[in-house]
T-cell receptor, first 111, second 117 residues
Framework: TQLLEQSPQFLSIQEGENLTVYCNSS?????LQWYRQEPGEGPVLLVT?????EVKKLKRLTFQFGDARKDSSLHITAAQPGDTGLYLC???????????FGQGTTLQVKP | GAVVSQHPSRVICKSGTSVKIECRSL??????MFWYRQFPKQSLMLMAT?????????EQGVEKDKFLINHASLTLSTLTVTSAHPEDSSFYIC?????????????FGPGTRLTVL
């Protein structure tokens, strides 16, 4: 069974702090996606990484795909209350579109 | 980004009845759609892969006779929960695979909250 271990599962920080969320697996992924989900809504795609070692930036968010394509991280700089939400990583190991989701990270940024 | 819709957004039904949920890709054609289930404070669990023109493939532990999937066209997939019971109450989310040229992205619907009394 393929697993994608996401950590931490809960994070409560003050506005302005930095944070990193990790997703790790023993499986190789053809692509890995990061989503953000608000309560009662579907996940919204933030980024897709496909190349080992790839780094993508989205404003204050930096996404990295491990060299071996088994792990990924999301780093948020100077977090803001608007960043509060559930962050999910999801990997596609067979290039079929079937995604394995991590457990999710609930982020709370306090003003 | 591409838009995927779901209908209804919320449904409450009595135990033993069947409920149909629709998933539509509004501005692109999707040969593959996926159905997920999400319980409170948990992540998404893949239930099945819906392929246009062919039978759906189900993940281990998901009853195909209980969760009927029909992918009638390149923009519509339906999930029917048959003889629903309270333990089927959950948040059901679909996604549609968008694969133009060399890119491959999945877009998710807004979800359907099913409550079985």
């Amino acid at each position: 069974t393929q697993l994608l271990e996401q950590s931490p599962q809960f994070l409560s920080i003050q506005e302005g702090e930095n944070l990193t969320v990790y997703c790790n697996s023993s499986s190789v992924f053809s692509s890995l996606q990061w989503y953000r989900q608000e309560p009662g809504e579907g996940p919204v795609l933030l980024v897709t990484v496909v190349t080992g070692g790839e780094v993508k930036k989205l404003k204050r968010l930096t996404f990295q795909f491990g060299d071996a394509r088994k792990d990924s991280s999301l780093h948020i700089t100077a977090a803001q209350p608007g960043d509060t939400g559930l962050y999910l990583c999801a990997g596609d190991s067979s290039n079929t579109g079937k995604l394995i989701f991590g457990q999710g990270t609930t982020l709370q940024v306090k003003p | 980004g591409a838009v995927v819709s779901q209908h209804p957004s919320r449904v409450i039904c009595k135990s033993g009845t069947s409920v149909k949920i629709e998933c539509r890709s509004l501005d692109f054609q999707a040969t593959t759609m996926f159905w997920y289930r999400q319980f409170p404070k948990q992540s998404l669990m893949l239930m099945a892969t819906s392929n246009e023109g062919s039978k759906a493939t189900y993940e281990q532990g998901v009853e195909k006779d209980k969760f009927l999937i029909n992918h009638a066209s390149l923009t519509l997939s339906t999930l029917t929960v048959t003889s629903a019971h309270p333990e089927d109450s959950s948040f059901y989310i679909c996604s549609a695979r968008y694969s133009p040229k060399l890119t491959d992205t999945q877009y998710f619907g807004p979800g359907t909250r099913l409550t079985v009394l």
